[in-house]
């Protein structure tokens, strides 16, 4: 059904009465950077209840790797070198022999259950399965036809699946290290793993969700407006998941029923297309970042939007024309902290603004010298890591908006990023053709 929010949410917007957050006192800072720096066994029955409709392992090569700083890097970016482990397999000349320079790391995921491994897919249409304490590959992904986007574990950690822009979707054993599922879909948007069963879940450039039991291959879709499905959330009761349109909308998709639930469209939407969407811990908000440099703020329970927050620099924009986009920034990620009710936006300006969702005012703005790529809040802190378009890895104590320290190495953008579970490493892969192993020393811990 379609959701019936008033059309003129805004950052005032009065919060769920719902939601119990403590006040806080309102502060607003901004600080300018110097120049550089349900039951898993319960929810596995329930999607064994769902209606589904029918729809080599190559030797390793260990000098993929490197411990200490290399020497002689090239690029635009060259300085210190704060890393464990490089990861270089994706510009191995024996792999890639075509473009063996110009191989961009697109993604990575870690290993939920240990922590241990990672995945990494690149511009090469390889992805590696790999160890961080060394950089030792354990194996390689093969078969993809077109560079490979998405990468990611199960939850637990016993499957690894991939996937490549032309929309083949590979998935994994890692124990046996054999390839056990595969599926052509459309071109491919984002792909995400159930939290707690072996169910993969993908949006593609046709506007369709798809939902795949792996490894027997059922299949259900979820069909969305005539364009693409641009990001894609399970939320936290396994349940449900939220998906962005190209056009601007927002649904929220039952999985076991297969009907929408919430459809925000039109003003309730967004003017632009959507760029990513986040989930707090419990599931009851979304949170929404779009092209229109707009993040709103949705109930997961009701549909309705109860907050909208634009950047402190940008004025309130036209509307935009369907597929039009605006030239000066977007949102590029988003998030919720786990500890306070406060919630993180990066921009493509470089501005991380940090909302206070009691009372939905800005509290900090912290400025990048480049865009801001992904963002991650760390478990049971007020803590948010940024990547960013200059190679850097920042982290900010959302409580005092003050940079807290930075890690560097890349020598071109970083793309995307990982945390591990007790935040002692942060893995990073980039253009530069390299993925890598930051160790995580805070004095504030």
Same mark, same amino acid.
């Given at each position: 059904?379609?959701?019936?929010?008033?059309?003129?949410?805004?950052?005032?917007?009065?919060?769920?009465?719902?939601?119990?957050?403590?006040?806080?006192?309102?502060?607003?800072?901004?600080?300018?950077?110097?120049?550089?720096?349900?039951?898993?066994?319960?929810?596995?029955?329930?999607?064994?209840? $769902?209606?589904?409709?029918?729809?080599? /392992? @190559?030797?390793?090569?260990? #000098?993929?790797?490197? !411990? %200490?700083?290399? *020497?002689?890097?090239?690029?635009?970016?060259?300085?210190?070198?704060?890393?464990?482990?490089?990861?270089?397999?994706?510009?191995?000349?024996?792999?890639?022999?075509?473009?063996?320079?110009?191989?961009?790391?697109?993604?990575?995921?870690?290993?939920?259950?240990?922590?241990?491994?990672?995945?990494?897919?690149?511009?090469?249409?390889?992805?590696?399965?790999?160890?961080?304490?060394?950089?030792?590959?354990?194996?390689?992904?093969?078969?993809?036809?077109?560079?490979?986007?998405?990468?990611?574990?199960?939850?637990?950690?016993?499957?690894?699946?991939?996937?490549?822009?032309?929309?083949?979707?590979? $998935?994994?054993?890692?124990?046996?290290? /054999? @390839?056990?599922?595969?599926? #052509?879909?459309?071109? !491919? %948007?984002?792909? *995400?793993?159930?939290s707690r069963a072996p169910v993969l879940l993908a949006g593609t450039a046709d506007g369709n969700t798809w939902m795949w039991k792996v490894p027997n291959g059922d299949c259900k879709t979820f069909q969305g407006p005539n364009c693409p499905a641009t990001c894609g959330r399970v939320l936290p009761d396994g349940k449900r998941a939220v998906v962005g349109y190209e056009d601007g909308t927002i649904r929220v998709w039952d999985l076991?029923?297969?009907?929408?639930?919430?459809?925000?469209?039109?003003?309730?939407?967004?003017?632009?297309?959507?760029?990513?969407?986040?989930?707090?811990?419990?599931?009851?908000?979304?949170?929404?970042?779009?092209?229109?440099?707009?993040?709103?703020?949705?109930?997961?329970?009701?549909?309705?939007?109860?907050?909208?927050?634009?950047?402190?620099?940008?004025?309130?924009?036209?509307?935009?024309?369907?597929?039009?986009?605006?030239?000066?920034?977007?949102?590029?990620?988003?998030?919720?902290?786990?500890?306070?009710?406060?919630?993180?936006?990066?921009?493509?300006?470089?501005?991380?603004?940090?909302?206070?969702?009691?009372?939905?005012?800005?509290?900090?703005?912290?400025?990048?010298?480049?865009?801001?790529?992904?963002?991650?809040?760390?478990?049971?802190?007020?803590?948010?890591?940024?990547?960013?378009?200059?190679?850097?890895?920042?982290?900010?104590?959302?409580?005092?908006?003050?940079?807290?320290?930075?890690?560097?190495?890349?020598?071109?953008?970083?793309?995307?990023?990982?945390?591990?579970?007790?935040?002692?490493?942060?893995?990073?892969?980039?253009?530069?053709?390299?993925?890598?192993?930051?160790?995580?020393?805070?004095?504030?811990?």
């Open positions: 059904m379609e959701s019936e929010s008033e059309s003129g949410a805004t950052a005032d917007t009065p919060p769920l009465e719902t939601l119990s957050f403590h006040g806080d006192e309102e502060i607003i800072e901004v600080v300018e950077l110097d120049p550089g720096p349900p039951d898993p066994d319960d929810l596995a029955q329930e999607m064994e209840d $769902v209606d589904f409709e029918e729809e080599e /392992e @190559e030797d390793g090569n260990e #000098e993929g790797w490197v !411990l %200490e700083p290399q *020497e002689g890097v090239v690029g635009s970016m060259e300085g210190p070198d704060d890393s464990e482990v490089t990861f270089a397999l994706h510009s191995d000349p024996r792999l890639v022999a075509s473009h063996a320079e110009n191989s961009s790391v697109f993604c990575v995921s870690l290993d939920p259950k240990t922590n241990t491994l990672a995945v990494t897919g690149g511009e090469d249409d390889k992805a590696f399965v790999w160890r961080l304490s060394d950089g030792e590959l354990l194996f390689e992904c093969a078969g993809h036809k077109d560079s490979v986007t998405c990468a990611a574990f199960s939850h637990d950690s016993t499957l690894v699946a991939t996937g490549d822009m032309s929309g083949l979707l590979k $998935v994994w054993q890692v124990d046996t290290k /054999e @390839e056990v599922w595969s599926f #052509e879909a459309g071109d !491919l %948007e984002w792909m *995400e793993w159930h076991k029923q297969g009907n929408s639930i919430h459809v925000l469209k039109g003003t309730e939407g967004h003017q632009g297309p959507l760029t990513c969407v986040a989930t707090n811990q419990d599931g009851s908000l979304i949170l929404t970042g779009s092209v229109d440099c707009q993040a709103k703020l949705v109930s997961a329970t009701t549909g309705k939007v109860v907050g909208v927050f634009r950047p402190e620099t940008v004025a309130s924009q036209p509307n935009l024309g369907e597929g039009e986009e605006s030239e000066s920034n977007s949102v590029e990620s988003l998030g919720f902290c786990s500890v306070m009710p406060l919630a993180a936006v990066g921009y493509l300006d470089g501005t991380l603004a940090i909302y206070d969702l009691s009372t939905q005012t800005l509290r900090h703005q912290c400025q990048h010298q480049s865009g801001i790529v992904q963002l991650l809040w760390e478990a049971g802190t007020a803590v948010v890591y940024t990547c960013s378009l200059d190679g850097i890895v920042r982290l900010w104590d959302a409580r005092t908006g003050r940079l807290l320290t930075d890690y560097r190495g890349h020598t071109a953008e970083i793309l995307d990023f990982a945390l591990s579970k007790d935040a002692s490493l942060v893995v990073t892969t980039s253009g530069d053709h390299k993925a890598k192993v930051f160790c995580v020393q805070r004095p504030d811990r």
